[in-house]
Protein backbone atom coordinates (compact mmCIF):
# COMPACT_ATOMS: atom_id res chain seq x y z
CA UNK A 1 0.00 0.00 0.00
CA UNK A 2 1.48 3.47 -0.85
CA UNK A 3 1.86 6.36 1.41
CA UNK A 4 -0.94 8.57 1.29
CA UNK A 5 2.05 11.77 0.60
CA UNK A 6 2.57 9.86 -2.60
CA UNK A 7 -0.73 11.59 -3.92
CA UNK A 8 -0.80 14.65 -2.33
CA UNK A 9 0.50 17.39 -4.87
CA UNK A 10 -1.39 19.98 -4.06
CA UNK A 11 -3.69 21.32 -1.23
CA UNK A 12 -7.10 20.60 -2.71
CA UNK A 13 -6.20 16.60 -2.78
CA UNK A 14 -6.75 16.95 1.25
CA UNK A 15 -10.19 17.66 1.06
CA UNK A 16 -10.95 13.57 0.18
CA UNK A 17 -9.24 12.75 3.04
CA UNK A 18 -10.81 11.71 6.22
CA UNK A 19 -9.45 12.71 9.58
CA UNK A 20 -7.79 9.42 10.22
CA UNK A 21 -6.38 9.49 6.69
CA UNK A 22 -5.29 12.99 7.83
CA UNK A 23 -3.70 11.90 10.80
CA UNK A 24 -1.47 9.33 8.69
CA UNK A 25 -0.77 11.82 6.65
CA UNK A 26 0.85 14.08 9.26
CA UNK A 27 2.69 10.94 10.56
CA UNK A 28 4.20 10.75 6.83
CA UNK A 29 4.93 14.42 6.11
CA UNK A 30 7.39 13.93 9.92
CA UNK A 31 9.02 10.78 8.62
CA UNK A 32 9.74 12.59 5.30
CA UNK A 33 11.27 15.81 7.21
CA UNK A 34 12.98 13.51 9.58
CA UNK A 35 14.82 11.42 6.67
CA UNK A 36 15.59 14.63 4.40
CA UNK A 37 16.98 16.83 7.28
CA UNK A 38 18.75 14.20 8.62
CA UNK A 39 20.90 13.58 5.39
CA UNK A 40 21.36 17.69 4.26
CA UNK A 41 20.19 19.93 7.57
CA UNK A 42 17.80 22.35 8.28
CA UNK A 43 14.85 23.71 10.28
CA UNK A 44 13.87 20.77 12.12
CA UNK A 45 11.67 21.09 15.46
CA UNK A 46 9.82 24.09 14.42
CA UNK A 47 8.63 21.85 11.06
CA UNK A 48 7.82 18.94 13.51
CA UNK A 49 5.53 20.69 15.76
CA UNK A 50 3.56 22.76 12.54
CA UNK A 51 2.16 19.27 10.60
CA UNK A 52 -1.29 19.73 12.36
CA UNK A 53 -1.83 22.88 11.66
CA UNK A 54 -0.56 23.07 8.08
CA UNK A 55 -3.22 20.03 7.29
CA UNK A 56 -5.67 21.46 9.44
CA UNK A 57 -5.10 24.97 7.27
CA UNK A 58 -5.09 23.38 3.93
CA UNK A 59 -7.72 21.06 4.38
CA UNK A 60 -10.50 23.88 6.00
CA UNK A 61 -9.22 26.96 3.04
CA UNK A 62 -8.81 26.76 -0.36
CA UNK A 63 -5.20 28.02 -1.23
CA UNK A 64 -4.15 29.91 -2.93
CA UNK A 65 -7.22 31.86 -3.32
CA UNK A 66 -7.16 31.93 0.53
CA UNK A 67 -3.92 33.21 2.02
CA UNK A 68 -1.77 31.64 4.49
CA UNK A 69 0.58 33.70 5.39
CA UNK A 70 3.52 31.86 7.28
CA UNK A 71 5.74 34.13 9.63
CA UNK A 72 9.19 33.89 9.02
CA UNK A 73 8.96 30.84 6.90
CA UNK A 74 11.09 28.19 8.81
CA UNK A 75 7.68 26.16 9.80
CA UNK A 76 6.77 25.72 6.02
CA UNK A 77 8.38 22.65 5.37
CA UNK A 78 4.82 20.65 5.62
CA UNK A 79 3.26 23.26 3.54
CA UNK A 80 6.19 22.88 1.20
CA UNK A 81 5.66 18.83 0.70
CA UNK A 82 1.76 19.25 -0.06
CA UNK A 83 2.19 22.21 -2.74
CA UNK A 84 3.65 20.37 -5.06
CA UNK A 85 7.15 20.73 -3.99
CA UNK A 86 7.98 17.33 -2.64
CA UNK A 87 9.89 15.93 -5.47
CA UNK A 88 12.22 18.58 -4.74
CA UNK A 89 12.59 18.66 -0.83
CA UNK A 90 15.91 17.10 -0.81
CA UNK A 91 17.75 20.24 -2.16
CA UNK A 92 16.06 22.59 0.35
CA UNK A 93 18.65 25.28 0.96
CA UNK A 94 21.32 23.63 -1.26
CA UNK A 95 22.74 25.52 -4.05
CA UNK A 96 20.14 25.51 -7.03
CA UNK A 97 17.63 23.91 -4.67
CA UNK A 98 14.28 25.57 -2.84
CA UNK A 99 14.37 27.61 -0.72
CA UNK A 100 14.28 27.11 3.54
CA UNK A 101 11.49 29.68 3.62
CA UNK A 102 8.70 30.71 1.59
CA UNK A 103 9.40 31.90 -1.51
CA UNK A 104 6.91 33.64 -4.64
CA UNK A 105 8.98 32.19 -7.65
CA UNK A 106 8.29 28.93 -6.40
CA UNK A 107 4.90 28.07 -5.78
CA UNK A 108 1.23 30.26 -6.03
CA UNK A 109 0.74 28.70 -2.13
CA UNK A 110 3.97 31.12 -0.76
CA UNK A 111 2.69 35.09 -0.90
CA UNK A 112 5.25 36.67 1.19
CA UNK A 113 8.76 35.91 1.69
CA UNK A 114 10.37 36.30 4.88
CA UNK A 115 12.91 35.30 6.89
CA UNK A 116 12.89 37.58 10.09
CA UNK A 117 10.31 36.83 12.79
CA UNK A 118 7.30 39.43 13.16
CA UNK A 119 6.21 40.14 9.55
CA UNK A 120 3.31 38.06 8.82
CA UNK A 121 0.66 39.94 10.62
CA UNK A 122 0.89 43.04 9.18
CA UNK A 123 1.58 41.53 5.49
CA UNK A 124 -1.75 39.67 5.81
CA UNK A 125 -3.86 42.47 7.09
CA UNK A 126 -2.28 44.08 4.10
CA UNK A 127 -3.85 41.05 1.93
CA UNK A 128 -7.23 41.34 3.91
CA UNK A 129 -7.36 45.35 3.56
CA UNK A 130 -6.67 44.88 -0.41
CA UNK A 131 -9.56 41.83 -0.67
CA UNK A 132 -11.80 44.36 1.06
CA UNK A 133 -10.97 47.55 -1.16
CA UNK A 134 -11.98 45.35 -4.28
CA UNK A 135 -15.22 43.18 -2.91
CA UNK A 136 -13.02 40.01 -2.13
CA UNK A 137 -14.45 37.33 -0.22
CA UNK A 138 -11.60 34.77 0.85
CA UNK A 139 -9.92 34.11 4.26
CA UNK A 140 -6.30 35.30 4.93
CA UNK A 141 -4.54 33.72 8.06
CA UNK A 142 -1.61 34.73 9.45
CA UNK A 143 0.19 32.17 10.97
CA UNK A 144 2.82 33.54 13.94
CA UNK A 145 4.80 31.57 16.54
CA UNK A 146 5.01 32.97 20.18
CA UNK A 147 8.40 33.97 19.67
CA UNK A 148 7.86 36.21 16.92
CA UNK A 149 4.76 37.80 18.72
CA UNK A 150 6.99 39.18 21.08
CA UNK A 151 8.62 41.56 18.38
CA UNK A 152 7.47 45.20 18.06
CA UNK A 153 6.26 44.55 14.40
CA UNK A 154 3.72 41.80 15.77
CA UNK A 155 2.51 44.35 18.40
CA UNK A 156 2.25 47.08 16.19
CA UNK A 157 -0.11 44.81 13.61
CA UNK A 158 -2.15 43.22 16.66
CA UNK A 159 -3.24 47.22 17.71
CA UNK A 160 -3.82 48.06 14.07
CA UNK A 161 -5.66 44.99 13.01
CA UNK A 162 -7.78 44.82 15.76
CA UNK A 163 -9.36 48.36 15.28
CA UNK A 164 -10.64 47.36 12.17
CA UNK A 165 -13.94 45.70 13.66
CA UNK A 166 -15.40 44.69 10.31
CA UNK A 167 -12.71 43.51 8.26
CA UNK A 168 -12.51 39.39 8.56
CA UNK A 169 -9.26 38.51 9.36
CA UNK A 170 -7.39 35.30 11.46
CA UNK A 171 -4.18 35.24 13.14
CA UNK A 172 -3.32 31.49 14.25
CA UNK A 173 -0.87 31.73 17.05
CA UNK A 174 1.59 28.36 16.87
CA UNK A 175 2.64 28.69 20.74
CA UNK A 176 5.20 25.92 22.00
CA UNK A 177 7.09 28.35 24.40
CA UNK A 178 10.06 28.86 22.28
CA UNK A 179 11.34 30.95 19.64
CA UNK A 180 15.05 29.33 19.23
CA UNK A 181 15.95 29.42 22.42
CA UNK A 182 13.10 29.61 25.33
CA UNK A 183 11.05 32.37 25.07
CA UNK A 184 11.44 35.52 27.61
CA UNK A 185 9.41 38.49 28.76
CA UNK A 186 6.22 39.00 30.21
CA UNK A 187 4.09 38.23 27.21
CA UNK A 188 5.46 35.04 27.55
CA UNK A 189 4.30 34.66 30.81
CA UNK A 190 1.13 35.87 30.34
CA UNK A 191 0.41 33.34 27.27
CA UNK A 192 1.17 30.82 30.01
CA UNK A 193 -1.09 31.69 32.20
CA UNK A 194 -3.98 31.18 29.38
CA UNK A 195 -2.26 28.24 28.54
CA UNK A 196 -3.40 27.28 32.10
CA UNK A 197 -6.88 27.88 31.38
CA UNK A 198 -8.23 25.75 28.89
CA UNK A 199 -12.09 25.98 29.50
CA UNK A 200 -12.14 29.49 28.85
CA UNK A 201 -13.63 29.38 25.15
CA UNK A 202 -16.63 26.94 26.77
CA UNK A 203 -16.98 29.63 29.72
CA UNK A 204 -16.94 32.24 28.01
CA UNK A 205 -19.96 31.26 25.54
CA UNK A 206 -22.19 30.04 28.36
CA UNK A 207 -21.76 32.84 29.82
CA UNK A 208 -22.96 34.61 26.73
CA UNK A 209 -25.75 32.27 26.19
CA UNK A 210 -27.21 33.04 29.53
CA UNK A 211 -27.50 36.54 30.06
CA UNK A 212 -28.58 36.54 26.02
CA UNK A 213 -31.52 34.45 27.14
CA UNK A 214 -32.92 36.55 30.56
CA UNK A 215 -34.70 39.93 30.64
CA UNK A 216 -32.54 42.94 29.96
CA UNK A 217 -29.77 39.83 29.09
CA UNK A 218 -28.81 41.54 25.49
CA UNK A 219 -28.22 45.30 27.24
CA UNK A 220 -26.63 43.53 30.72
CA UNK A 221 -24.47 41.77 27.85
CA UNK A 222 -23.66 45.44 26.55
CA UNK A 223 -23.11 46.79 29.40
CA UNK A 224 -20.63 44.21 30.85
CA UNK A 225 -18.60 44.51 27.40
CA UNK A 226 -17.75 47.47 28.64
CA UNK A 227 -16.43 47.12 31.84
CA UNK A 228 -12.47 47.14 31.94
CA UNK A 229 -11.95 45.73 35.39
CA UNK A 230 -9.22 43.47 37.57
CA UNK A 231 -12.13 40.74 37.51
CA UNK A 232 -12.94 40.32 34.09
CA UNK A 233 -9.41 40.25 33.67
CA UNK A 234 -9.02 37.82 35.74
CA UNK A 235 -12.01 35.65 34.47
CA UNK A 236 -10.65 35.67 30.85
CA UNK A 237 -7.74 34.60 30.32
CA UNK A 238 -7.26 35.45 26.54
CA UNK A 239 -8.29 38.99 27.74
CA UNK A 240 -5.34 41.27 26.43
CA UNK A 241 -6.78 39.63 22.54
CA UNK A 242 -9.74 40.35 23.55
CA UNK A 243 -8.68 44.47 24.24
CA UNK A 244 -6.82 44.91 21.09
CA UNK A 245 -10.28 43.96 19.34
CA UNK A 246 -9.77 40.19 18.71
CA UNK A 247 -12.11 37.79 19.54
CA UNK A 248 -10.29 35.30 21.09
CA UNK A 249 -10.49 31.15 20.01
CA UNK A 250 -8.64 28.69 22.44
CA UNK A 251 -6.63 27.63 23.87
CA UNK A 252 -6.58 24.50 20.98
CA UNK A 253 -4.92 21.59 21.10
CA UNK A 254 -2.28 22.48 17.96
CA UNK A 255 -1.22 18.31 17.68
CA UNK A 256 -5.41 18.16 16.99
CA UNK A 257 -6.61 18.07 13.28
CA UNK A 258 -10.44 17.84 14.67
CA UNK A 259 -10.22 21.01 17.23
CA UNK A 260 -7.60 22.91 14.69
CA UNK A 261 -10.26 23.01 11.81
CA UNK A 262 -12.94 23.40 14.05
CA UNK A 263 -12.04 26.41 15.52
CA UNK A 264 -10.90 27.52 11.85
CA UNK A 265 -14.26 27.25 10.84
CA UNK A 266 -15.45 29.00 13.47
CA UNK A 267 -13.30 31.56 12.91
CA UNK A 268 -14.71 31.89 9.70
CA UNK A 269 -18.05 31.95 10.75
CA UNK A 270 -17.19 35.00 13.81
CA UNK A 271 -15.84 37.25 11.23
CA UNK A 272 -13.51 40.21 11.72
CA UNK A 273 -10.73 39.87 13.65
CA UNK A 274 -9.92 36.53 15.29
CA UNK A 275 -7.14 34.86 17.08
CA UNK A 276 -7.02 31.07 17.39
CA UNK A 277 -4.60 30.08 20.20
CA UNK A 278 -2.91 27.27 19.36
CA UNK A 279 -0.44 25.08 21.78
CA UNK A 280 2.06 22.78 20.04
CA UNK A 281 5.18 21.13 20.81
CA UNK A 282 8.30 22.00 19.05
CA UNK A 283 10.07 18.87 17.54
CA UNK A 284 6.70 17.19 17.77
CA UNK A 285 7.43 13.28 17.08
CA UNK A 286 11.02 12.63 16.86
CA UNK A 287 12.62 11.85 20.53
CA UNK A 288 15.36 13.67 20.95
CA UNK A 289 14.05 17.26 19.54
CA UNK A 290 10.82 16.74 21.88
CA UNK A 291 13.71 16.69 25.05
CA UNK A 292 15.48 19.66 23.74
CA UNK A 293 13.76 21.92 21.00
CA UNK A 294 16.28 24.66 21.46
CA UNK A 295 19.26 22.60 20.09
CA UNK A 296 17.03 21.49 17.46
CA UNK A 297 15.64 24.15 16.38
CA UNK A 298 18.25 23.68 13.15
CA UNK A 299 20.55 20.70 12.74
CA UNK A 300 23.09 19.86 10.58
CA UNK A 301 22.89 16.70 9.11
CA UNK A 302 22.64 13.81 11.75
CA UNK A 303 22.01 9.79 12.49
CA UNK A 304 18.01 9.35 12.95
CA UNK A 305 18.25 6.11 15.30
CA UNK A 306 20.69 8.33 17.43
CA UNK A 307 20.63 12.06 16.66
CA UNK A 308 24.29 12.15 16.49
CA UNK A 309 25.82 14.22 14.02
CA UNK A 310 27.35 12.69 11.01
CA UNK A 311 30.20 14.53 11.44
CA UNK A 312 31.83 16.65 14.57
CA UNK A 313 33.95 19.66 13.63
CA UNK A 314 36.75 21.08 15.88
CA UNK A 315 36.64 24.30 14.25
CA UNK A 316 36.27 26.91 16.96
CA UNK A 317 33.63 29.30 15.26
CA UNK A 318 34.02 33.85 16.06
CA UNK A 319 31.20 33.06 18.14
CA UNK A 320 32.94 31.10 20.59
CA UNK A 321 36.25 33.39 20.49
CA UNK A 322 33.93 36.27 20.94
CA UNK A 323 32.29 34.91 23.73
CA UNK A 324 35.91 33.66 25.28
CA UNK A 325 37.22 36.96 24.75
CA UNK A 326 34.02 38.95 26.78
CA UNK A 327 34.39 36.79 29.67
CA UNK A 328 37.90 37.54 30.01
CA UNK A 329 37.02 41.50 29.66
CA UNK A 330 34.01 41.14 31.58
CA UNK A 331 35.77 39.34 34.76
CA UNK A 332 38.18 42.59 34.70
CA UNK A 333 35.54 45.24 34.31
CA UNK A 334 32.33 45.00 35.90
CA UNK A 335 30.38 47.63 33.92
CA UNK A 336 30.77 45.50 31.01
CA UNK A 337 27.42 43.63 30.00
CA UNK A 338 25.89 41.65 27.03
CA UNK A 339 22.57 41.70 25.28
CA UNK A 340 21.37 39.42 22.74
CA UNK A 341 17.68 39.31 20.79
CA UNK A 342 16.56 35.83 21.09
CA UNK A 343 19.54 34.62 20.29
CA UNK A 344 22.32 33.37 22.98
CA UNK A 345 23.12 30.61 21.74
CA UNK A 346 24.02 31.62 17.86
CA UNK A 347 25.83 34.67 19.21
CA UNK A 348 28.11 32.30 21.30
CA UNK A 349 26.44 34.57 24.78
CA UNK A 350 25.29 31.32 26.34
CA UNK A 351 28.76 31.02 27.83
CA UNK A 352 29.07 34.38 29.15
CA UNK A 353 24.94 33.85 30.42
CA UNK A 354 26.88 31.06 32.62
CA UNK A 355 29.76 33.19 33.80
CA UNK A 356 27.70 36.31 34.40
CA UNK A 357 23.86 35.42 34.75
CA UNK A 358 23.34 38.71 36.19
CA UNK A 359 24.68 40.73 33.41
CA UNK A 360 23.41 38.93 30.44
CA UNK A 361 20.21 40.37 29.11
CA UNK A 362 18.16 38.35 26.20
CA UNK A 363 15.53 40.70 25.78
CA UNK A 364 13.56 38.53 23.08
CA UNK A 365 13.02 39.21 19.56
CA UNK A 366 13.28 42.59 19.91
CA UNK A 367 16.40 44.20 18.44
CA UNK A 368 14.94 47.69 18.08
CA UNK A 369 14.46 47.38 21.76
CA UNK A 370 17.92 46.01 22.32
CA UNK A 371 19.77 48.76 21.22
CA UNK A 372 17.79 51.33 22.92
CA UNK A 373 18.16 49.52 26.24
CA UNK A 374 22.09 49.53 25.48
CA UNK A 375 21.84 53.22 25.16
CA UNK A 376 19.91 53.14 28.40
CA UNK A 377 22.55 51.36 30.63
CA UNK A 378 25.59 53.17 28.70
CA UNK A 379 23.95 56.00 29.32
CA UNK A 380 24.02 55.15 33.32
CA UNK A 381 27.76 54.20 33.29
CA UNK A 382 27.91 50.20 32.01
CA UNK A 383 29.76 49.09 29.04
CA UNK A 384 26.66 47.03 27.02
CA UNK A 385 28.20 44.56 24.02
CA UNK A 386 24.76 44.04 21.85
CA UNK A 387 25.40 40.41 20.07
CA UNK A 388 23.29 40.17 17.00
CA UNK A 389 23.48 38.85 13.43
CA UNK A 390 23.98 41.42 11.23
CA UNK A 391 20.75 41.03 9.03
CA UNK A 392 18.87 41.12 12.11
CA UNK A 393 21.01 44.49 13.03
CA UNK A 394 19.30 45.94 9.94
CA UNK A 395 16.05 46.13 12.36
CA UNK A 396 17.26 48.56 14.53
CA UNK A 397 18.78 51.30 12.11
CA UNK A 398 16.93 54.47 13.34
CA UNK A 399 18.06 53.14 17.28
CA UNK A 400 21.64 53.46 16.61
CA UNK A 401 21.51 56.16 14.99
CA UNK A 402 19.16 58.11 17.37
CA UNK A 403 19.55 56.48 20.79
CA UNK A 404 23.66 56.07 20.60
CA UNK A 405 25.20 57.70 17.89
CA UNK A 406 23.81 61.45 18.43
CA UNK A 407 25.26 61.19 21.96
CA UNK A 408 27.98 59.41 21.29
CA UNK A 409 27.21 56.40 23.41
CA UNK A 410 30.23 53.64 24.19
CA UNK A 411 27.85 50.85 23.05
CA UNK A 412 30.09 47.91 21.57
CA UNK A 413 27.84 46.37 18.43
CA UNK A 414 29.37 42.80 17.51
CA UNK A 415 27.85 41.64 14.15
CA UNK A 416 27.36 38.26 13.93
CA UNK A 417 27.51 36.16 10.78
CA UNK A 418 28.51 39.54 8.94
CA UNK A 419 29.10 38.77 5.25
CA UNK A 420 27.50 35.95 3.27
CA UNK A 421 25.72 33.65 5.46
CA UNK A 422 25.22 30.83 2.99
CA UNK A 423 22.12 28.54 3.31
CA UNK A 424 19.50 30.76 5.08
CA UNK A 425 19.74 33.15 1.61
CA UNK A 426 18.88 36.41 0.84
CA UNK A 427 17.10 37.77 4.58
CA UNK A 428 20.18 36.71 6.26
CA UNK A 429 23.07 37.41 4.10
CA UNK A 430 24.94 40.16 6.21
CA UNK A 431 25.71 42.17 3.37
CA UNK A 432 24.86 45.87 4.27
CA UNK A 433 26.15 46.69 7.33
CA UNK A 434 29.46 47.78 6.27
CA UNK A 435 27.71 50.69 4.12
CA UNK A 436 24.90 51.21 6.74
CA UNK A 437 27.16 51.35 9.50
CA UNK A 438 30.17 53.61 8.61
CA UNK A 439 27.50 56.29 7.15
CA UNK A 440 26.57 57.31 10.96
CA UNK A 441 28.73 59.72 12.40
CA UNK A 442 30.83 58.92 15.96
CA UNK A 443 30.51 55.03 14.46
CA UNK A 444 34.11 52.84 14.31
CA UNK A 445 33.61 50.00 11.95
CA UNK A 446 36.40 47.48 11.89
CA UNK A 447 36.78 43.76 11.16
CA UNK A 448 39.67 41.23 11.61
CA UNK A 449 41.31 39.08 9.69
CA UNK A 450 41.88 36.28 11.66
CA UNK A 451 40.46 34.55 15.30
CA UNK A 452 43.40 36.79 17.44
CA UNK A 453 42.61 39.83 15.57
CA UNK A 454 38.81 39.73 16.43
CA UNK A 455 40.01 39.40 20.40
CA UNK A 456 42.44 42.26 19.82
CA UNK A 457 39.30 44.15 18.09
CA UNK A 458 37.17 43.06 21.58
CA UNK A 459 39.88 44.45 23.74
CA UNK A 460 39.79 47.87 21.74
CA UNK A 461 35.77 48.06 21.39
CA UNK A 462 35.93 47.64 25.39
CA UNK A 463 37.78 50.85 26.15
CA UNK A 464 36.30 52.92 23.28
CA UNK A 465 34.66 56.28 24.59
CA UNK A 466 31.78 55.95 21.64
CA UNK A 467 29.97 53.78 19.33
CA UNK A 468 32.09 50.96 17.62
CA UNK A 469 31.29 47.83 15.88
CA UNK A 470 33.23 44.83 15.23
CA UNK A 471 31.60 42.09 12.06
CA UNK A 472 32.46 38.91 11.54
CA UNK A 473 31.81 35.98 9.34
CA UNK A 474 29.72 33.01 10.05
CA UNK A 475 31.86 29.60 10.62
CA UNK A 476 35.39 29.58 11.64
CA UNK A 477 38.31 31.58 10.55
CA UNK A 478 41.70 30.37 9.69
CA UNK A 479 42.53 28.47 12.61
CA UNK A 480 45.11 30.48 14.47
CA UNK A 481 45.80 29.88 17.92
CA UNK A 482 43.98 32.68 20.41
CA UNK A 483 46.01 34.69 23.10
CA UNK A 484 45.71 34.70 26.60
CA UNK A 485 45.65 38.54 26.98
CA UNK A 486 45.00 40.36 23.84
CA UNK A 487 46.09 43.75 23.40
CA UNK A 488 44.25 46.45 21.95
CA UNK A 489 44.53 47.39 18.56
CA UNK A 490 44.83 51.61 17.66
CA UNK A 491 41.99 53.00 16.23
CA UNK A 492 42.28 53.47 12.41
CA UNK A 493 45.58 51.63 11.82
CA UNK A 494 45.84 48.85 9.59
CA UNK A 495 48.85 46.93 8.50
CA UNK A 496 50.79 45.53 5.69
CA UNK A 497 50.96 41.80 4.96
CA UNK A 498 53.01 41.76 2.04
CA UNK A 499 54.93 43.95 0.04
CA UNK A 500 54.84 44.67 -3.62
CA UNK A 501 55.03 47.43 -6.51
CA UNK A 502 52.60 46.34 -9.26
CA UNK A 503 49.25 46.45 -7.15
CA UNK A 504 47.71 47.03 -3.96
CA UNK A 505 45.11 44.37 -2.89
CA UNK A 506 43.58 46.29 0.41
CA UNK A 507 41.45 43.84 1.96
CA UNK A 508 39.10 44.77 5.14
CA UNK A 509 37.82 41.38 7.54
CA UNK A 510 37.19 38.42 5.04
CA UNK A 511 38.37 40.30 2.44
CA UNK A 512 42.26 39.34 3.59
CA UNK A 513 42.04 35.44 3.15
CA UNK A 514 41.46 35.77 -0.38
CA UNK A 515 44.06 38.42 -0.95
CA UNK A 516 47.20 36.78 0.28
CA UNK A 517 47.01 33.31 -2.02
CA UNK A 518 45.65 35.53 -4.88
CA UNK A 519 48.91 37.82 -4.92
CA UNK A 520 51.34 34.52 -4.29
CA UNK A 521 49.21 33.07 -7.87
CA UNK A 522 50.20 36.85 -9.27
CA UNK A 523 53.40 36.53 -8.01
CA UNK A 524 54.25 33.39 -9.91
CA UNK A 525 53.13 35.08 -13.36
CA UNK A 526 55.15 38.40 -12.37
CA UNK A 527 53.17 40.21 -11.21
CA UNK A 528 53.85 41.51 -7.26
CA UNK A 529 51.32 42.72 -4.65
CA UNK A 530 50.84 44.19 -1.69
CA UNK A 531 48.46 43.11 0.44
CA UNK A 532 47.00 45.42 3.13
CA UNK A 533 45.20 44.31 6.11
CA UNK A 534 42.87 47.61 6.46
CA UNK A 535 40.82 46.54 9.89
CA UNK A 536 39.03 49.36 9.68
CA UNK A 537 36.47 50.71 7.58
CA UNK A 538 35.70 54.01 9.81
CA UNK A 539 38.27 56.02 10.07
CA UNK A 540 40.35 54.52 7.27
CA UNK A 541 43.76 54.17 7.86
CA UNK A 542 44.74 56.71 4.98
CA UNK A 543 48.30 57.45 5.18
CA UNK A 544 48.83 53.51 4.75
CA UNK A 545 46.70 53.02 2.09
CA UNK A 546 47.81 56.04 -0.10
CA UNK A 547 51.13 55.36 0.23
CA UNK A 548 50.62 52.05 -1.52
CA UNK A 549 48.29 53.27 -3.91
CA UNK A 550 50.84 56.06 -5.00
CA UNK A 551 53.80 53.94 -5.31
CA UNK A 552 51.76 50.74 -6.84
CA UNK A 553 49.87 52.90 -9.47
CA UNK A 554 46.64 50.41 -8.90
CA UNK A 555 44.57 49.50 -6.26
CA UNK A 556 41.68 46.64 -5.47
CA UNK A 557 39.55 46.24 -2.43
CA UNK A 558 37.84 43.34 -1.14
CA UNK A 559 35.11 42.71 0.62
CA UNK A 560 32.34 40.50 1.64
CA UNK A 561 30.09 43.16 1.53
CA UNK A 562 27.58 45.77 -1.08
CA UNK A 563 30.27 47.15 -3.37
CA UNK A 564 27.59 49.94 -2.93
CA UNK A 565 28.42 52.43 -0.37
CA UNK A 566 30.68 49.91 1.27
CA UNK A 567 34.75 49.50 1.88
CA UNK A 568 35.45 49.77 -1.57
CA UNK A 569 33.42 53.10 -1.54
CA UNK A 570 35.42 54.34 1.59
CA UNK A 571 38.58 53.68 0.10
CA UNK A 572 37.31 55.55 -3.36
CA UNK A 573 36.01 58.53 -1.27
CA UNK A 574 39.54 58.84 0.46
CA UNK A 575 41.42 58.87 -2.37
CA UNK A 576 39.69 60.85 -4.22
CA UNK A 577 39.48 63.55 -1.07
CA UNK A 578 43.46 63.57 -1.08
CA UNK A 579 43.45 63.68 -5.22
CA UNK A 580 45.10 60.21 -5.95
CA UNK A 581 43.67 59.36 -9.19
CA UNK A 582 44.84 55.82 -9.46
CA UNK A 583 42.36 53.09 -11.39
CA UNK A 584 40.15 51.45 -8.61
CA UNK A 585 39.04 47.66 -8.62
CA UNK A 586 36.25 47.04 -6.13
CA UNK A 587 35.17 43.57 -5.13
CA UNK A 588 32.44 42.54 -3.67
CA UNK A 589 28.71 41.75 -3.35
CA UNK A 590 27.16 43.14 -6.54
CA UNK A 591 23.97 44.95 -6.38
CA UNK A 592 21.23 42.38 -5.81
CA UNK A 593 20.11 39.76 -3.46
CA UNK A 594 22.59 36.37 -3.12
CA UNK A 595 19.88 33.47 -3.09
CA UNK A 596 20.77 30.50 -0.47
CA UNK A 597 23.89 27.78 -0.63
CA UNK A 598 26.84 26.83 1.04
CA UNK A 599 29.34 30.24 2.02
CA UNK A 600 32.15 28.60 0.18
CA UNK A 601 30.60 27.87 -3.34
CA UNK A 602 28.81 31.36 -3.23
CA UNK A 603 31.85 32.99 -2.50
CA UNK A 604 33.54 31.20 -5.39
CA UNK A 605 30.55 32.09 -7.62
CA UNK A 606 31.01 35.58 -6.93
CA UNK A 607 34.99 35.30 -7.95
CA UNK A 608 35.59 36.12 -3.85
CA UNK A 609 38.05 33.23 -3.24
CA UNK A 610 41.63 33.16 -3.83
CA UNK A 611 41.38 32.05 -7.53
CA UNK A 612 38.53 34.17 -7.96
CA UNK A 613 40.20 37.69 -6.96
CA UNK A 614 43.70 36.77 -8.92
CA UNK A 615 41.72 35.97 -11.81
CA UNK A 616 40.00 39.74 -11.47
CA UNK A 617 42.95 41.04 -10.49
CA UNK A 618 45.18 39.53 -13.51
CA UNK A 619 43.09 41.19 -15.93
CA UNK A 620 42.63 44.76 -13.93
CA UNK A 621 46.62 44.97 -14.02
CA UNK A 622 47.16 43.57 -17.63
CA UNK A 623 43.93 45.05 -19.46
CA UNK A 624 43.86 48.67 -18.81
CA UNK A 625 46.69 51.63 -19.47
CA UNK A 626 48.36 52.69 -16.48
CA UNK A 627 47.07 56.46 -17.38
CA UNK A 628 43.32 55.01 -17.26
CA UNK A 629 41.06 56.43 -14.40
CA UNK A 630 38.42 53.52 -13.03
CA UNK A 631 36.32 54.69 -10.18
CA UNK A 632 34.38 51.03 -10.55
CA UNK A 633 35.32 48.27 -12.89
CA UNK A 634 34.06 44.82 -11.81
CA UNK A 635 33.99 41.31 -13.39
CA UNK A 636 31.65 39.66 -10.95
CA UNK A 637 29.25 37.42 -12.98
CA UNK A 638 25.84 38.35 -13.33
CA UNK A 639 24.05 34.75 -13.02
Known amino acids: MGKILDSVNDPVDLKQLAIPELKQLA ?78 SESPHDHIEAGHGGTSISAAFGFARARDLRGGKETVVAVIGDGSLTTGLAQEALQNAGHAKKCNFIVLLNDNQMSIAPNVGALTEYLGKVRAEPHYLWAKHEAENILHHVPLGDRIFEAISRVKDGVKQLVIPGMLFEELGFTY ?31 TQKGKGYGPAEADPFKWHATSPFVPETGEPRSKSSVVTYSKVFAKTLIRLAEKDPRIVAITAAMPDGTGLLDFQKAFPDRCFDVAMCEQHAVTFAAGLAAAGMRPVVAIYSTFLQRAYDQIIHD ?111 ALPAAEALAAEGIE ?48 DHGCHVPVLRLGIPDRFIEHGKREKLLEILGLDGPGVAKSVREFVRGLPSDELVNDLTTLPKG
Open 27 to 104: QEIREEIIENISNIGGHFAPNLGAVEITLALHSVLDSPRDKVIWDVGHQSYPHKLITGRRHRFHTIKQLGGISGYCKR
Open 249 to 279: LGPVDGHCLESLQGALRQAQRIGGPVLIHAL
Open 404 to 514: VGIMNFPVVFCLDRGGLAGDDGPTHQGVFDIAYMRSIPNMVVMAPKDEPELQRMMATAARHPGPISVRYPRGGGPGHALVEDPEPVPIGVGETLREGNDVALVGFGYGVTP
Open 529 to 576: ATVINARFAKPLDSELILEAARRCGRVVTIEDGVRMGGFGSAVLEMLQ
